[in-house]
């Protein structure tokens, strides 16, 4: 799976999971399958009577106006109204975020949807087909793109990420690390600590040996640091991921 980090206004790498072409285009299929159900409505609608009138000029305008103007400009609108997700995206999981990790702006929305080509349904039926080709277009770029881009997010400066990540940890598995029958606790302090202290611990060593660069053993040796502090010694040890792992296995055996 492809990822992509933020930082924080607090200076926090964030690490979120990047939404695969799979899951993009399914929200489109959701996305498509709903305004059919409205399209179908308007068709029926209309099919009962005629409620604007016998004047053909009059007729189009208010066809263009209720049946295709939603669609057209469903995307930008909503997705500006909602931070970021369709109908589509908010069932699949998934959202679009500008390349620092916040929530898109009328620019981002509008650069995203005049590259998505929705506006062509406003002319003849026969460019759906140029419409068509468009997304075709697009789901090769995000297949072949490093960021799951296509070209109205490489413009529009934004990215698709899910909203939770593959990987989740729960206290399940910190109960799993150890039993009181193979491990003498070190630190009986640790009890100071929180569960969401210890699930943090946990997912700080997992992302040390999982991306073993600066930022993280960085985080990794000021949450030691601040760990010592808190079970009250004088000096945290040299060997602070191994001095985690410990607090980790020992609050295991003291609280369970």
């Not at 209309?46 to 106006?65: A, E, R």
């Not at 650069?111 to 026969?126: E, H, Q, V, Y």
């Amino acid at each position: 799976m492809k990822t992509i980090e933020f930082e924080s206004a607090q200076h926090v790498k964030v690490e979120y999971e990047l939404a695969s072409t799979g899951l993009r285009l399914l929200a489109a299929l959701i996305d498509l399958a709903a305004f059919a159900i409205y399209y179908l409505i308007i068709i029926l609608t209309f099919s009962l009577g005629d409620p604007f009138g016998s004047d053909p000029g009059t007729q189009l305008f208010f066809w263009l106006l209720i049946a295709k103007l939603p669609w057209i400009f469903y995307n930008p609108v909503i997705e500006y109204m909602t931070q970021g997700q369709s109908l589509g995206k908010y069932v699949v999981g998934i959202r679009v975020v500008t390349a620092t990790g916040e929530r898109p702006g009328l620019r981002e929305v509008f650069t995203r949807w005049m590259f998505k080509g929705d506006f062509i349904w406003i002319s003849a039926d026969i460019f759906v087909l140029v419409w068509f080709a468009i997304g075709c277009f697009g789901i090769l770029a995000i297949g072949i793109s490093v960021k799951k881009q296509r070209m109205g997010d490489v413009m529009a400066g934004t990215v698709l990420v899910k909203n939770k990540s593959t990987v989740n940890y729960t206290l399940r598995d910190v109960l799993s690390i150890r039993d009181q029958s193979n491990h003498k606790t070190t630190y009986p302090e640790v009890t100071r600590l929180t569960d969401e202290d210890m699930m943090l611990i946990k997912n700080t060593i997992q992302r040390v040996r999982a991306y073993p660069n600066d930022e993280t053993k960085k985080f990794a040796i000021e949450l030691a640091n601040e760990s010592a502090r808190i079970i009250g010694l004088a000096h945290t040890p040299e060997k602070r991921l191994e001095f985690l792992q410990t607090l980790l296995q020992d609050y295991v055996v003291l609280t369970r």
